[in-house]
């Protein structure tokens, strides 16, 4: 059975590691049998089954030619994730063929998710991805509450102003730059915090370079071409 036709198949999750999925894990995923329609979440960095750590999950794992990965949630939370990353998908206009597709396991707390090229493209693309599908989880369709989705965490909360960047459409960072991080990258909230807690820690140049470095970065964030 080849990859594709496993993925479309509904396929069992089997778990054969140390580490069993909790709400936004993530993990690539390979065939568990060749003649069974079961996947295997695998870490292709070594040491068991799924990544608590989106970083490292991105480090080794969630490449430019990433064919399909798992995603673990909450229970009942598919359909809000799927709708939430339509949204944003939607926001962005982007093709058909560029768009993230989902697939069901056997268990209610995991989904394949296909990225296609477009999302894996660049480092910033890859990044916000793996904070979107955990943000995906707070929003209710019925409710449509994608903003307080949005920003119902600290990684989105420490970012707003790269993350509406993003959403309006700047999503390339130059890999030339070199990419360390969604928050280390686009974070204000370290900026404040040198600002009102820094009690003689920090000086006003410190915060003035703290400041210039994240308008940098944000300018960076560009459109593509």
Same mark, same amino acid.
């Given at each position: 059975?080849?990859?594709?036709?496993?993925?479309?198949?509904?396929?069992?999750?089997?778990?054969?590691?140390?580490?069993?999925?909790?709400?936004?894990?993530?993990?690539?995923?390979?065939?568990?049998?060749?003649?069974?329609?079961?996947?295997?979440? #695998?870490?292709?960095?070594?040491?068991?089954?799924?990544?608590?750590?989106?970083?490292?999950?991105?480090?080794?794992?969630?490449?430019?030619?990433?064919?399909?990965?798992? #995603?673990?949630?909450?229970?009942?939370?598919?359909?809000?994730?799927?709708?939430?990353?339509?949204?944003?998908?939607?926001?962005?206009?982007?093709?058909?063929?560029?768009?993230?597709?989902?697939?069901?396991?056997?268990?209610?707390?995991?989904?394949?998710?296909?990225?296609?090229?477009?999302?894996?493209?660049?480092?910033?693309?890859?990044?916000?991805?793996?904070?979107?599908?955990?943000?995906?989880?707070?929003?209710?369709?019925?409710?449509?509450?994608?903003?307080?989705?949005?920003?119902?965490?600290?990684?989105?909360?420490?970012?707003?102003?790269?993350?509406?960047?993003?959403?309006?459409?700047?999503?390339? #960072?130059?890999?030339?730059?070199?990419?360390?991080?969604?928050?280390?990258? #686009?974070?204000?909230?370290?900026?404040?915090?040198?600002?009102?807690?820094?009690?003689?820690?920090?000086?006003?140049?410190?915060?003035?370079?703290?400041?210039?470095?994240?308008?940098?970065?944000?300018?960076?964030?560009?459109?593509?071409?």
């Amino acid at each position: 059975m080849s990859l594709k036709a496993l993925i479309e198949s509904k396929p069992t999750v089997v778990n054969n590691g140390p580490y069993k999925a909790s709400a936004g894990y993530f993990a690539s995923l390979r065939p568990a049998d060749p003649n069974s329609a079961m996947v295997q979440p #695998f870490r292709a960095g070594g040491g068991g089954d799924w990544y608590s750590c989106r970083e490292q999950f991105l480090r080794y794992d969630l490449k430019g030619n990433m064919e399909a990965f798992l #995603f673990a949630h909450l229970s009942k939370t598919r359909e809000g994730v799927i709708g939430f990353i339509k949204k944003v998908e939607d926001g962005l206009a982007l093709a058909n063929e560029d768009r993230l597709r989902f697939y069901e396991t056997d268990l209610d707390t995991a989904t394949i998710i296909v990225p296609g090229t477009w999302w894996c493209a660049n480092a910033a693309r890859r990044e916000i991805l793996t904070i979107l599908l955990r943000q995906g989880q707070q929003y209710t369709p019925a409710k449509d509450n994608f903003e307080q989705a949005l920003f119902n965490h600290e990684y989105t909360k420490q970012t707003p102003t790269a993350t509406r960047a993003f959403l309006k459409g700047r999503t390339v #960072f130059p890999t030339a730059l070199g990419f360390t991080g969604w928050v280390n990258m #686009f974070s204000e909230a370290n900026i404040k915090y040198m600002q009102q807690n820094g009690r003689g820690s920090y000086t006003p140049d410190d915060v003035r370079v703290a400041q210039r470095t994240f308008n940098n970065n944000l300018q960076q964030l560009s459109f593509a071409a």
